[in-house]
Nanobody, 116 residues
Framework: QVQLVESGGGLVQPGGSLRLSCAAS????????MTWYRQAPGKERELVAA????????NYADSVKGRFTISGDNAKNTMYLQMNSLKPEDTAVYYC?????????WGKGTLVTVSS
């Protein structure tokens, strides 16, 4: 059974940093492309960052390029999103997603609030 559990969200001041984690189970983590999405209040869910596999190529939304870094740890079956220089517009619920066997699986999300 595929499970994704996000953690690491919280309240941070503008300019601060957070690292989100996505603990994965139920599939071969090292071989899967995984993505981070976010959904701000009143807005549609948007892709933030993607990785083809741990150590593989990455892709970022223009709004987070140079500030966010996606990575993974095969030994821990965990994906990360390092977020630096956070802005109020980064406030959102952040979700991780993986496609396995033709189906998309999502975590329940972790809330990031950037505010002074």
């Amino acid at each position: 059974q595929v499970q994704l559990v996000e953690s690491g969200g919280g309240l941070v001041q503008p300019g601060g940093s957070l690292r989100l984690s996505c603990a994965a189970s139920g599939f071969t983590f090292s071989r899967r492309a995984m993505t981070w999405y976010r959904q701000a209040p009143g807005k549609e869910r948007e892709l933030v960052a993607a990785i083809t596999s741990v150590g593989g190529s990455t892709n970022y939304a223009d709004s987070v390029k140079g500030r966010f870094t996606i990575s993974g740890d095969n030994a821990k079956n965990t994906m990360y999103l390092q977020m630096n220089s956070l802005k109020p517009e980064d406030t959102a619920v952040y979700y991780c997603k993986v496609a396995v066997g033709g189906a998309n699986y999502w975590g329940k999300g972790t809330l990031v609030t950037v505010s002074s």
